[in-house]
Structure formats: structure tokens, C-alpha cells
Nanobody
Framework: QVRLVESGGGLVQPGGSLKLSCRAS????????MAWYRQAPGKQRELVAR???????FYADFVKGRFTISRHNAEHTLDLQMNSLESEDTAVYYC???????????????WGQGTQVTVSS
């Protein structure tokens, strides 16, 4: 069974930086698009950034120029470098991956348990 585990969250002051990491493990035939989402209290979960298996990236407007998403296909890992953090970035950040477990099986979306990022002075 596929499992995603995030790490790297924490408390940081406004203007500071954090790096989130996610590792996928288990039965993985193909790891397609991977992404970071976030959910702030009282708000819906929203897409932060996505990267395809070929490395094409997409960023939400609210993080463009501040966050960088990257992946390492051989290791099934995903990173999110977050710079110039703002209080509005406070949220639980979730790793998401679209994975095919076997060559003949379907693709499915998997989620990590989430990691808290708090931006506060």
C-alpha cells in the first residue's frame, strides 16, 4: 500500500523560510503528478503547487515567486521550498501524489497526513 509522509513544518517568523518534504513509499509502478495543497482553519483545501512526472510546474498565484516545488523521481520524493513567508501562509500542508501501483492497475490519488506551518512573530 502506498504511503505519503511529510516533514519540515514548524513555526517561522514573517519573511522567513521553510522547506517541506514528502516521501512516497510502498508499491509504486509510476508516480505521476505530485502536488502540495494547504488548508487553513475555516477554509477549503487549496492547491499550492504541482509538478508533473516530466517536471512541468504549476503555482497558485498567491505563491508565485516565493515557493519552489521540486521532485526526485528515483526516490519518490517531493519538496516545497517556501521563502518570504507571510502570516496568510499559515495552514496545514498536504502532499498529494497520483500513483499507479502496478503496470495494469488504475491510477489513484494518495494524501499525506499533513504538516503544520505557522507563520507568526
Amino acid at each position: 500500500q502506498v504511503r505519503l509522509v511529510e516533514s519540515g513544518g514548524g513555526l517561522v517568523q514573517p519573511g522567513g523560510s521553510l522547506k517541506l518534504s514528502c516521501r512516497a513509499s510502498g508499491s509504486i509502478f509510476r508516480n505521476n503528478a505530485m502536488a502540495w495543497y494547504r488548508q487553513a482553519p475555516g477554509k477549503q483545501r487549496e492547491l499550492v503547487a504541482r509538478v508533473t512526472i516530466r517536471g512541468a510546474t504549476f503555482y497558485a498565484d498567491f505563491v508565485k515567486g516565493r515557493f519552489t516545488i521540486s521532485r526526485h523521481n528515483a526516490e519518490h520524493t517531493l519538496d516545497l521550498q517556501m521563502n518570504s513567508l507571510e502570516s496568510e501562509d499559515t495552514a496545514v500542508y498536504y502532499c498529494n501524489a497520483n500513483i499507479q501501483e502496478t503496470w495494469h492497475g488504475p491510477e489513484a490519488d494518495y494524501w499525506g497526513q499533513g504538516t503544520q506551518v505557522t507563520v507568526s512573530s
